[in-house]
C-alpha cells in the first residue's frame, strides 16, 4: 500500500507547497484589489466563510466594504455586497463578467449546461430556445391551464389533509407541485405525486440531491492543482446522481421518439419542441445530441422546482409569524378572488399585499444568496480598483436585502415597505434582484414568478393556517440550510383549516 500512495502523498505535498508560494506572490500584488480580510498561509480566508458563508460575508463586508476581496484558498475572490457594487459587475461591465465560474464537482454536466456554459454562440442558441419558445409571454399563457391544474390539485391535497387533521409539509407539497409543472411542461406528465405517502419520490430525491452537492463545499474548487484528485468525491457522487436523473430522461425521449416513428401526434411540449429544432439544419444549440437535452433538463428541473417551493415555504414561514400580514393577505383575498372561486393567474396585477409579501420573502430569504458565480475574463477596473483575470465573483444578495441604507429595519417582515414603491424583481431594480442580472439573468424568471404567486394565493384563498402547538411553544425553527438554493434547516409544517 505504501508504494503506491507515497507518490500520491509527494505530489499532494508539492501542491500545497506551490499554492502558498503562489499566494505569498498574489499577496505581494494586492495593492490594486479592493480591501479585504489578511489571508492566512495556504487557507487564505476560507476559516472566516463557516456553513453560512452569506452571513459571514455579510459581516466581513461590514468591516471592509461593499467591495471585497477574499483569498479562498488559492483563488482570488471579490464580493460585491451592495446595489451599486452589484450594477458594476451585472450592467456596466456585464459582458467581462459574463461567464460563471464552474463547480469542479459539476463534472461532464457543464459541458452542456446552459448554467455553467461560457458566454458563447452555443449558450446564446439555448438561451435564444428558452426565451422566445419555453418562457416566452405567448408560451406560458398558452400553457396557463396546466398551472391552473397544478394549483387546484394542490390545495385538493391541503383539503384532504386539513380534513383529517394532519399538519402539512408546506415546502414538500409547494417542491412537488413545482416539479410536476415542469415535468408536465416538458413531457406531458407528472414525475412524482403529492400523494406519495408524505414522502418524495426518487426523482425528488436526485434533483435535492444535484442541488446540496452542487453547492457543498469543495477543496478542488479552491484549491485547482488539486481538482484532478477529486478528494471530497464530489464529482464522483454527482455522475451517480446525474447518471440516475439522466436515465429517467432518456426512458422518456426514446418513447417519445418511438411514438413519432409509429405516427403519433405531436404533444406539443418542450420535448416535442425540442426534438423539432434538432432536425434543423443550422443547429448551433446541438440539440440532436443527448447529453445536451439531458443537461438542459436537468438545468429546468434544477431550478424550476427547488428555488419557487422554497420561496413559498419561506413565505409562508414568515406570514404564520405575522398574524398582522397574515391578516392583510386573507382579506385582500377574500375582497378581490373570494374563497368559492379558484385564483387565476389574471388575477395576480390585482393583488398587491400578496405581491408585496412576495417580494419581501425575495429580500429577506433570495433563492440564490450569492447567486452563481461569475469569472473574470480580463483585468477591469471596478470602483477604482482592479479586479484580476481569473478572479472569482460573488454577489451576496442576501447582504443587499438586509442593507440599513437602503431598508428601514431591515431584520423585519414587513411587506408594506412595497405599497406605493415601484420595485423591478426582473433585473432592472438593483436594490431587489433575486434573479440576478444582466445576459445571465435567470431565464426562467417569468415562469418562477408566476407560480410564486399563484401557489402562494392558492394555499391562503382556501385556507386559514396556523402553527402546531409545539411549534407555538417553542417558537419557529429560521435556521437556514446553505446551498445553491437558500433552504429552511427544519421543514415547515402547519396546519390547514377550510375557509
Known sequence: M????????????????????????????????????????????????????????????????PL????????????????????????????????????????????????????????RALRKIMGTELFAPHRLDALQHLRREKARELVDHVGRLARSGEAVNVGRVAFTTSLNLVSRT????????????????????????????????????????????DLQGWRRHLARLFARQHR??????????????AGEPNK???????????????NTARLDNRDTLRSLFSDLFGAGSDTSSSTVEWAMTELLQSPASMAKAHDELATVIGSRR???????????????????????????????????????????????????????????????????????????????????LRGGDFDLIPFGGGRRICPGMPLAIRMVHLVL???????????PAEVERSGVDMAEKFGLTLTKAVPLYAIATPI
Not at 248 to 261: H, M, S, T, V
Not at 457 to 467: I, P
Open 2 to 65: 505504501a508504494p503506491v500512495l507515497f507518490p500520491w502523498l509527494a505530489w499532494l505535498l508539492v501542491s500545497l507547497a506551490a499554492v502558498y508560494l503562489l499566494g505569498l506572490l498574489g499577496h505581494s500584488r494586492r495593492r490594486g484589489l479592493p480591501p479585504g480580510p489578511r489571508p492566512l498561509p495556504v487557507i487564505g480566508s476560507l476559516h472566516l466563510l463557516g456553513n453560512q458563508p452569506h452571513r459571514s460575508l455579510a459581516r466581513l463586508a461590514k468591516a471592509h466594504g
Open 68 to 123: 471585497m476581496t477574499l483569498r479562498l484558498g488559492a483563488v482570488t475572490t471579490v464580493v460585491a455586497s451592495s446595489p451599486a457594487a452589484a450594477r458594476e459587475f451585472l450592467q456596466r461591465h456585464d459582458a467581462v463578467f459574463s461567464n460563471r465560474s464552474v463547480p469542479d464537482a459539476s463534472g461532464d454536466h457543464a459541458r452542456n449546461s446552459s448554467v455553467w456554459l461560457p458566454n458563447a454562440p452555443r449558450w
Open 186 to 229: 416538458i413531457f406531458s406528465r407528472d414525475l412524482t405525486s403529492l400523494d406519495d405517502d408524505g414522502g418524495s419520490s426518487e426523482f425528488q430525491e436526485v434533483v435535492t440531491g444535484i442541488m446540496e452537492a452542487l453547492a457543498s463545499p469543495n477543496v478542488s474548487d479552491f484549491f485547482p492543482a488539486l481538482a484532478a484528485a
Open 248 to 261: 429517467i430522461f432518456d426512458e422518456e425521449i426514446d418513447a417519445r421518439l418511438r411514438g413519432r416513428e
Open 268 to 282: 406539443n411540449d418542450f420535448l416535442d419542441l425540442l426534438l423539432d429544432a434538432a432536425e434543423d439544419g443550422d
Open 342 to 424: 379558484s385564483v387565476e393567474e389574471s388575477d395576480i396585477g390585482r393583488l398587491p399585499y400578496l405581491q408585496a409579501v412576495v417580494k419581501e420573502t425575495f429580500r429577506l430569504h433570495p433563492p440564490a444568496p450569492l447567486l452563481l458565480p461569475r469569472h473574470t475574463q480580463v483585468d477591469t477596473k471596478i470602483m477604482g480598483y482592479t479586479i484580476p483575470q481569473g478572479s472569482r465573483v460573488f454577489v451576496n444578495v442576501w447582504a443587499m436585502g438586509r442593507d440599513r441604507e437602503t431598508w428601514p429595519e431591515p431584520e423585519k417582515f414587513m411587506p408594506e415597505r412595497f405599497l406605493g414603491r415601484t420595485v423591478d
Open 457 to 467: 394565493a392558492s394555499l391562503l384563498n382556501q385556507f386559514t393556517w396556523r402553527l
